[in-house]
T-cell receptor, first 111, second 112 residues
Framework: GNSVTQMEGPVTLSEEAFLTINCTYT??????LFWYVQYPGEGLQLLLK?????DKGSNKGFEATYRKETTSFHLEKGSVQVSDSAVYFC??????????FGKGTRLSVIA | DVKVTQSSRYLVKRTGEKVFLECVQD?????MFWYRQDPGLGLRLIYF???????EKGDIPEGYSVSREKKERFSLILESASTNQTSMYLC???????????FGPGTRLTVL
């Protein structure tokens, strides 16, 4: 079946540091890939998405590129802020089925 | 502004009680989902529904049931709450043809 594996946290960074959160997937066919973010005390919200190979999703300074050859969708940001502290979930969607989520990575950014 | 609302942010119940968690969406979405979120385990799918009166089991349906009598409302029922059902419960909805899934703020349930 379909699955998503993302790096375990927590990840602690200083403000303005470079962020990478690794995500790899296993899927049949051509899934769409997502990053969701959960800020403290809130539900999840979509951060970015990519629907086909080599697509780059971007939002709020975050980027991720759909790499079919390595089945990866790593999340990156060049300079994190304290306000980026949250839990980040990688997910995939194949057809009209439930999203498949990774286990989440908690990011803490310290000033 | 799209919205998924959940009936309570925090709930405390006793073991053995019947518990109802309500979720309402105002986007006319066909698909609705219930997840529970636990530290170290991420999000786990309990039940989902593709349309009114339809339901499908997710990965961890044991101890839960659901009801979808109206398109906008999807209820999660704990028939006899147990302490191992203490968790954060998240509801979500999505269009059949859509990509983005919209989440409610969650209900933190404590079973004593």
């Amino acid at each position: 079946g379909n699955s998503v594996t993302q790096m375990e946290g927590p990840v602690t960074l200083s403000e303005e540091a470079f962020l990478t959160i690794n995500c790899t997937y296993t899927a049949t066919g051509y899934p769409s890939l997502f990053w969701y973010v959960q800020y403290p005390g809130e539900g999840l919200q979509l951060l970015l998405k990519a629907t086909k190979a080599d697509d780059k999703g971007s939002n709020k300074g975050f980027e991720a590129t759909y790499r079919k050859e390595t089945t990866s969708f790593h999340l990156e940001k060049g300079s994190v802020q304290v306000s980026d502290s949250a839990v980040y979930f990688c997910a995939l969607l194949s057809g009209n089925t439930p999203l498949v989520f990774g286990k989440g990575t908690r990011l803490s950014v310290i000033a | 502004d799209v919205k998924v609302t959940q009936s309570s942010r925090y709930l405390v119940k006793r073991t053995g009680e019947k518990v109802f968690l309500e979720c309402v969406q105002d986007m006319d979405h066909e698909n609705m989902f219930w997840y529970r979120q636990d530290p170290g385990l991420g999000l786990r799918l309990i039940y989902f529904s593709y349309d009114v009166k339809m339901k499908e089991k997710g990965d961890i349906p044991e101890g839960y049931s659901v009801s979808r009598e109206k398109k906008e409302r999807f209820s999660l029922i704990l028939e006899s709450a147990s302490t191992n059902q203490t968790s954060m419960y998240l509801c979500a909805s999505r269009l059949n043809s859509g990509l983005e899934q919209y989440f409610g703020p969650g209900t933190r349930l404590t079973v004593l």
